[in-house]
């Protein structure tokens, strides 16, 4: 069974930082890259950041650059995979349920768009104060 379970949203201050992590078992995680969006209430469920962990690729959106970090502790041929994302210096715009995504590796150039990921987790809540 494929499981996706986001963990570590918060209420946190402007300038503040959260670590969010994504656990995921189920899959063949050489065939799948993990991506985390966001939605804000309202709006568009948006890309923030992806890693691959038979590529090793790394991808972010222009509005999170040098403030997130994604990673996976993940060894190969393990059965489980945890992938972070660390975020700092948030502003009160990072505000979102956060999720995690199973995207197929030979879609990685689609890696915004999240109707092409096969899998989501139930979501995380970040909320950043002003």
């Known amino acids: 069974e494929v499981q996706l379970v986001e963990s570590g949203g918060a209420l946190v201050q402007t300038g503040g930082s959260l670590r969010l992590s994504c656990a995921a078992s189920?899959?063949?995680?050489?065939?799948?890259?993990i991506g985390w969006f966001r939605q804000a209430p309202g709006k568009e469920r948006e890309g923030v950041s992806l890693?691959?962990?038979?590529?090793?690729?790394?991808?972010?959106?222009?509005s999170v650059k040098g403030r997130f970090t994604i990673s996976s502790d993940s060894a190969k041929n393990s059965a489980k995979n945890t992938v972070y994302l660390q975020m700092n210096f948030l502003k009160p715009d990072d505000t979102a349920v956060y999720y995690c995504?199973?995207?197929?590796?030979?879609?990685?150039?689609?890696?915004?768009?999240?109707?092409?990921?096969?899998?989501w987790g139930q979501g995380t809540q970040v909320t950043v104060s002003s």
């Open positions: 995504g199973a995207l197929g590796v030979h879609l990685l150039s689609l890696w915004e768009t999240w109707e092409v990921y096969d899998h």
């Open positions: 189920g899959f063949t995680f050489d065939d799948y890259a």
């Open positions: 890693i691959s962990r038979s590529t090793g690729d790394t991808y972010y959106a222009d």
